[in-house]
């Protein structure tokens, strides 16, 4: 889906992702200074699936509620490290 690596990252990245009902975003964080935040919006009726603040390093798994358009917007604030948000197929 997305992957991103940095060493200065001040602003924000926009992926509008399609995704079907039972799929899971796996996001895999590395904060090694600064902050990240994450949020996931669904597109049609704008309720957040996923929005947290000053991420730390570690694994999330967001599971996808119904199939449609969802917006993954990332915003970084001096932030330095790496961050990647993979769809994994619901069962």
């Not at 997305?2 to 990252?9: I, R, S």
């Not at 970084?76 to 994994?88: D, I, M, Q, T, V």
């Amino acid at each position: 889906c997305l992957v991103l690596d940095y060493t200065a990252f001040n602003g924000t990245e926009f992926q509008l992702l399609e995704l079907e009902a039972g799929d899971t975003i796996r996001a895999e964080i590395v904060s090694d200074r600064g902050s990240v935040d994450v949020e996931i919006i669904g597109d049609e009726d704008r309720e957040s699936i996923f929005d947290k603040e000053a991420l730390a390093t570690g694994t999330y798994s967001i599971e996808v509620p119904e199939s449609g358009s969802y917006e993954l917007w990332v915003t970084g604030y001096r932030a330095a490290g790496s961050a990647s948000f993979l769809r994994e197929p619901g069962a």
